[in-house]
């Protein structure tokens, strides 16, 4: 009966773990109705250049939780974390050009879709935040 139930255990581990890590879908790219001005920011460089060169009606959103902002985020991000966004998402004006990151993909998606139910349509998924190669802005160091 032992070996049964640690056999079980490791066969749903195993499971947890590919579902988690392997099959979330990648929305990386995936771009609103007109969002389409928004395709070249899919382009690290882009982006990077726009954080460079800041323009008012395009904004970079971060919907990690604070923690994970605070701990690194692309520069200029704002975060409005995935559980927040029912709450703060009038913040957005129509209108504004919207680029949004997270860990896996998913979060960004969900609030992509929300936001296109209450009228957004410029929008894009740029994708995971690890894909940030160039500098980032840390404002909370965890090993202080």
């Keep these: 009966m032992d070996m049964f139930l640690l056999i079980v255990s490791i066969v749903a581990i195993v499971f947890g773990i590919y579902w988690y890590f392997i099959h979330t879908p990648d929305y990386t790219g995936y771009i609103s ?44 991000a704002l975060n409005y974390p995935f559980d927040e966004i029912e709450n703060r998402y009038s913040e957005m004006l129509l209108g504004t050009k919207l680029i949004f990151y997270c860990d896996l993909t998913l979060k960004s998606q969900n609030v992509i879709n929300f936001l296109e139910e209450k009228g957004h349509s410029q929008m894009l998924n740029w994708g995971k935040y690890k894909y940030w190669t160039y500098p980032e802005i840390v404002e909370e160091d965890i090993f202080v």
């Design 33 to 76: 109705v007109d969002g389409g001005e928004l395709k070249k920011y899919s382009i690290a460089e882009e982006l990077f250049a726009l954080t460079q060169s800041p323009v008012d009606d395009i904004w970079i959103v971060d919907t990690r939780e604070e923690e994970y902002f605070l701990l690194g985020h692309i520069p200029t």
